[in-house]
Each structure stands twice: as structure tokens, then as C-alpha cells.
């Protein structure tokens, strides 16, 4: 049973629980692979590692970011330079 991060602390980053397993299975397979590369030992398993990223809020929801990108206003100018 997972006690901490409680699940409300990782809804508030996350709001879909299918997501939120995604979004941490997949950062658990980019950490366990870095480190295997670096030829490093871990000392937490890769998954609560990334269920503590989620909670301090340094991955984010992938549709959250695509709404947030979605309704910035475009900043980019569309006049010609000559």
C-alpha cells in the first residue's frame, strides 16, 4: 500500500488516474535506463522515484501542458522580413 505521496497530492498534479500511470511508468522506465547506462545503482526503485517527481510537481500532466500550449496566444510575427 502506498502511503506517501497520498493519492490527493498526486490527483492535484494529475487529474486522470490513467494518465497518472502512465505518466509514471514511463519516467520509471527513462530513470531505471539512465542509470543502467551510467552503470549506476539505484537506491530507490525506479517507480517511487518517479511517483516523487509527480509530487513535487517536476513532471505534469502531457493534456494539462497541451491545453496550457494550446490556448497561449501565438507570439510568433508574421511579417515578412525582407
Known amino acids: 500500500m502506498m502511503l506517501y505521496p497520498a493519492m490527493g497530492e498526486l490527483s492535484a498534479q494529475i487529474h486522470n ?4 500511470v502512465n505518466v509514471v511508468a514511463r519516467r520509471a522506465r527513462q530513470i531505471a535506463e539512465a542509470y543502467e547506462e551510467a552503470h549506476q545503482i539505484l537506491d530507490e526503485k ?3 522515484m ?3 517527481e509527480v509530487a513535487d510537481g517536476i513532471l505534469e500532466d502531457p493534456e494539462q501542458a497541451q491545453e496550457a500550449a494550446d490556448a497561449a496566444p501565438d507570439t510568433e510575427d508574421d511579417t515578412d522580413e525582407e
Open 46 to 48: 525506479p517507480v517511487t
Open 17 to 20: 488516474r490513467y494518465m497518472l
Open 50 to 52: 518517479a511517483i516523487n
